[in-house]
């Protein structure tokens, strides 16, 4: 059975993002962590920070930057995720970060990624 391409281009995405986080020290928490009110694509933590990325993939740039598909509902709705995720998961004396992965994947060239810390 042939995979949705939609799904995998973000699961490519998400890949990166998560491997960007890594490399830098960060632990991946959580992947595609569900509730009734949505979904979370990453949840990531030092033992200073939980970081809350919301990734968006493109093949290219015709509809826009990926990061613009992240609006102010979105933004309200990954809040409202992030609350119902720290009952779930308790975390103390740690900050909360917002951070958004921007990622191209055309077909013919090599992946880039662009994070955008604490974006909203």
């Known amino acids: 059975m042939s995979r949705d391409p939609r799904r995998a281009l973000g699961a490519t995405g998400e890949d990166l993002a998560a491997a960007w986080y890594e490399e830098r020290g960060y632990k991946v928490l959580d992947r595609n962590w569900r ?3 949505g979904e ?3 949840v990531l933590g030092t033992s200073a920070v ?7 993939t ?3 740039a015709a509809f826009g930057a990926p990061f613009e598909a ?3 509902s979105k ?30 994947a055309p077909k013919d060239a090599a992946p880039r990624i662009e994070v955008i810390q604490a974006a909203f």
Not at 81 to 102: I, N, T, Y
Request: aromatic share 8%; hydrophobic share 45%.
């Open 50 to 56: 939980v970081v809350f990325c919301e990734v968006k």
């Open 40 to 42: 979370i694509d990453l």
């Open 58 to 60: 493109r093949r290219s």
């Open 75 to 104: 933004q309200r709705r990954i809040r409202v995720l992030a609350a119902k995720w720290l009952e779930a998961h308790p975390q103390r004396g740690v900050d909360l970060r917002f951070d958004v992965a921007s990622v191209y």
């Open 35 to 37: 509730c009734t009110q």
């Open 70 to 72: 992240v609006t102010v």
